[in-house]
């Protein structure tokens, strides 16, 4: 117990926590976008599934790590797009939409892999190529610190500037301050001449570039191979975080983190020679249980508003 403890509380499993949460910090910067337009938008983990195959194939057939990347998210804002143009234009029901977009990714994503590479579980017969990590200069001797911010992969840097972007966008610019209208009431922004259905929409394809990085990480940094149905959810993790961190970017990010750490935390608990099932179980309870308060907390707010 003793070096599980040790463990916890080391440069390392930070380390590690980063690494686990940059898929999640880019997605649940996605879902606060979509959350702050008014829409809806379970289909990240289609989106993040079509980008990771897409970062693998591209970088394979490119011979480019940095077209891979680019692939990886034309491919998946395509699902993005096509689940704005259904909501958007064709007034599908959101939630029907996403979980077919799902049910698709799930599927065609193998399909996809089985046509290309003859396999139906990874793309290891491809040469693909992934996103290196990179050593902050100076950064990289300080004791302790330099352990835990310096070598990681650049997607993981991504994923952090992405939470100062995504403030600066909603907070500081025109385009911000209209999805953060529209969200609220669209039918008040309508009314001074903003368009709706064309904010929402392009709230749609920002939020699918940022999920489809964290899509391509899975295939390009995290792992060097696609596998299949690699994403294990981290879609619905993200907009788990998205609501526990309030509609808030910090707060979504510090969320997301935290879903990390239990992501990390089995890593550093095999030693205690549990289940692997109950290991694997373990961010999904984390993630249960952070929006089981979060539920009982705004219930009660709810009652003292009533009151």
């Known amino acids: 117990m003793n070096m599980v403890l040790q463990s916890i509380f080391s440069a390392e499993f930070v380390y590690s926590i980063l690494r686990m949460a940059t898929p999640l910090i880019l997605a649940a910067m996605a879902a606060l976008l979509t959350k702050k337009a008014g829409v809806m938008c379970i289909a990240f983990e289609s989106i993040m599934l079509f980008a990771a195959l897409g970062g693998v194939v591209g970088s394979a057939f490119m011979h480019s790590a940095l077209l891979g990347v680019l692939s990886g998210i034309f491919c998946g804002v395509i699902v993005a797009f096509i689940f704005a143009y259904f909501v958007l234009i064709l007034n599908a029901n959101t939630v029907l939409t996403g979980l077919a977009l799902n049910t698709l990714g799930s599927g065609g994503t193998v399909f996809a892999l089985y046509v290309i590479c003859g396999d139906k579980g990874t793309s290891t017969s491809l040469s693909s190529l992934t996103v290196p990590n990179v050593s902050i200069p100076l950064v990289e001797k300080i004791p302790l610190l330099g352990s835990i911010v310096s070598g990681h992969n650049i ?37 001074v001449g903003i368009k709706v259905v064309r904010t929402r929409f392009i709230a749609i394809v920002l939020a699918g570039v940022l999920a489809s990085m964290g899509g391509v990480y899975m295939s390009m940094g995290y792992l060097p191979f696609f596998t299949r149905d690699m994403v294990a959810g981290r879609g619905f993790m993200a907009i788990a975080a998205q609501n526990l961190g309030g509609g808030m970017v910090v707060p979504t990010m510090l969320s997301a983190i935290l879903f990390g750490a239990a992501e990390a935390l089995p890593n550093v608990m095999q030693s205690l020679r549990l289940p692997a099932e109950t290991m694997q179980m373990l961010p999904y309870i984390v993630t249960i249980t952070a929006l089981f308060f979060v539920g009982g907390t705004h219930k009660g707010e709810g009652k003292r508003h009533k009151k």
């Open 155 to 191: 997607m993981t840097y991504a994923a952090l500037l992405s939470v100062i972007l995504v403030y600066i966008f909603i907070n500081k610019t025109a385009l911000g301050l209209r999805i953060r209208s529209i969200g609220e009431n669209p039918q008040a922004a309508e009314s």
